[in-house]
């Protein structure tokens, strides 16, 4: 588990947790009461885009999340992360928050040295369902696929049929319409050392109207272009060290002739990783 955990409380708002996610590049974080580290929820930036009319963190995050001990067996984590599709679980012992543990956690621990399971290629794994739009494609109906296909990214194609980049949850928040520039100033000060008014700082700066509202312009032009892919004979361990190396769920699967057969996501890696710890 990660014992370094970062967190918000409760009370707060949905300012407090982009401004934390932006400066951790983090996903998802635990919630505790103010002035304790008692664990009652955990919030993600998922729950920021499905409820964009809320403000208040108590509204905003998932109560009572499903927890872990410091001893609970790994196969019990894996387990629930695969029942419940979970993809961090708290550690929490004495009622308190003690840690996190991640499908990028546990499948480094697993697979990643697994002489047996580890070099595996991944063309057995792969997802051949590819949820993807043309590169044309205006950014709201693009949400809207993902939404309905409930994922959290898509693939974006080129004219030819190529792979041409990809785009995620994290993205749409990042693209949505900005507050207006007075109302950042009286959010922030601008003399607080922790805000980097980068790119990265728009990401807490994006959900801060009632109301989501994300330009109609080309996937194209806002896509990640620079992807990271994987050919269909690399094996389980390289995927999984250069997914967690890179800090990325997902990624396209090429063929060994560069066509596009497929995605591979970190979460359908957690079945081999229980069978590589044995499943009786």
Known sequence: MQSDVVYVSVPGTREDVLQLMAEKQINGV???KKGSKSLVGIVTRTD?????DENQLAMLMVRDPQTVSPRTDIKRALKLMIEKKFRRLPVVEKDELVGLVSIPDILGATLENDKKYGTMELADFVDRTVNAV???TPLPLSYMIMEMAGKH????LGEGGGVVGMITVSDFIRLSEVTVEDNISQT???TDSNVDWGWTSKDFLVVTKKLLRLPSTAVEEVMTKNIINFSEITTIAECIKTLRTEDIDQAPVLSVTGSLIGMIE????LHLALKSLGTD
């Open 30 to 32: 635990p919630v505790v």
């Open 48 to 52: 920021l885009l499905r409820k964009a």
């Open 134 to 136: 043309w590169e044309k």
């Open 153 to 156: 990214g898509l693939v974006v």
């Open 188 to 190: 922030f000060s601008g």
């Open 266 to 269: 970190d979460r359908e890696l």
